[in-house]
Nanobody, 119 residues
Framework: QVQVVESGGDLVQPGGSLRLACVVS????????MNWHRQASGKQRELVAG???????EYADFVKGRFAISRDSGENTGHLQMNDLKPEDTAVYYC?????????????WGQGTQVTVSS
């Protein structure tokens, strides 16, 4: 069974920074891609950033230049560094891990961590 756990969400003032963490735990799970999504109250979930095993990050336009996604080399952990936070960044942030266990494709999500940007 794959377990994905996010942490690091908090209340922060506009212009502040947060660093979210994603830990993926599973026997024999080879993570190919790690993605961060977010869902604000009353809105649809949207993709924020993603990174693959090869290390190529991609970002939604609304976070380019402010957020940075990373993965720990050789570990099933990742981070989302969020700088210059804005009130519109307020949302629950979810980590998604895509990979394989043996020949089986696996797509697993965490329960989310709340980020609130407010003065």
């Amino acid at each position: 069974q794959v377990q994905v756990v996010e942490s690091g969400g908090d209340l922060v003032q506009p212009g502040g920074s947060l660093r979210l963490a994603c830990v993926v735990s599973a026997s024999r799970f080879r993570v190919y891609a790690m993605n961060w999504h977010r869902q604000a109250s009353g809105k649809q979930r949207e993709l924020v950033a993603g990174i693959t095993t090869h290390g190529y990050p991609e970002y939604a336009d609304f976070v380019k230049g402010r957020f940075a996604i990373s993965r720990d080399s050789g570990e099933n952990t990742g981070h989302l560094q969020m700088n210059d936070l804005k009130p519109e960044d307020t949302a629950v942030y979810y980590c998604q891990a895509e990979g394989t266990i043996g020949d089986a494709m696996v797509d697993s999500w965490g329960q989310g961590t709340q980020v609130t940007v407010s003065s």
